[in-house]
T-cell receptor
Framework: KNQVEQSPQSLIILEGKNCTLQ??????????LRWYKQDTGRGPVSLTI?????NTKSNGRYTATLDADTKQSSLHITASQLSDSASYIC????????????FGGGTRLMVKP | ETGVTQTPRHLVMGMTNKKSLKCEQH?????MYWYKQSAKKPLELMFV???????ENNSVPSRFSPECPNSSHLFLHLHTLQPEDSALYLC?????????????FGSGTRLTVV
């Protein structure tokens, strides 16, 4: 069964600090992995998407890494801002399942002043 | 604005009411989806439409009835809901068979059943 596990479930950091969120998956055969940011009460917004051949991708202060061998991904946030407070969701696509996605449970990040 | 528009943003309804959620996408996609997101739970896929045909129904109770009149519009008709149906309902669209590329969510409808 395809699964995506994220850790930690929640995280509190001070403004200006860096943090790293983790994602482990068992989706196979792998197609792509993306990280979404979801503000409270809003829809998820895509931050990055990576295929099998990509092992790092950046979007401003967000940098995602992918290790397809160990089936792990991380999202690193640099110099955090208050507006980074949100849930971050790891989503993996199965190349045999058309557009079906497997969602992680998310990491809830709170950035405090 | 993501290109996927959901209305209304908030909805409060009684258990005997009938209401509808609307989703419209302006991205030229041919697949549309309804998701339910309850508090502190992962997104749950409810329905999938490819080229206006329903291709997935994840054991959703019949009190939720989807309708897809064309590839740009998707509705979720609600009737005799229960308080546990209170959640954020998200619509998404994508281009079929692109493995999740271009998968775009709307801002959601926050539904409260009283």
């Amino acid at each position: 069964k395809n699964q995506v596990e994220q850790s930690p479930q929640s995280l509190i950091i001070l403004e200006g600090k860096n943090c790293t969120l983790q994602c482990n998956y068992t989706v196979s055969p792998f197609s792509n992995l993306r990280w979404y940011k979801q503000d409270t009460g809003r829809g998820p917004v895509s931050l990055t998407i990576m295929t099998f051949s990509e092992n790092t991708k950046s979007n401003g202060r967000y940098t995602a890494t992918l290790d397809a061998d160990t089936k792990q991904s991380s999202l690193h946030i640099t110099a955090s801002q208050l507006s980074d407070s949100a849930s971050y969701i790891c989503v993996v696509s199965d190349s045999n399942a058309g557009n079906m996605l497997t969602f992680g449970g998310g990491t809830r990040l709170m950035v405090k002043p | 604005e993501t290109g996927v528009t959901q209305t209304p943003r908030h909805l409060v309804m009684g258990m005997t009411n009938k209401k509808s959620l609307k989703c419209e996408q302006h991205l030229g996609h041919n697949a549309m989806y309804w998701y339910k997101q309850s508090a502190k739970k992962p997104l749950e896929l409810m329905f999938v439409y490819n080229f206006k045909e329903q291709t997935e129904n994840n054991s959703v109770p019949s009190r939720f009835s989807p309708e897809c009149p064309n590839s740009s519009h998707l509705f979720l008709h609600l009737h005799t809901l229960q308080p546990e149906d209170s959640a954020l309902y998200l619509c998404a669209s994508s281009q079929e068979n692109q493995g999740g590329y271009g998968y775009t969510f709307g801002s959601g409808t926050r539904l409260t059943v009283v």
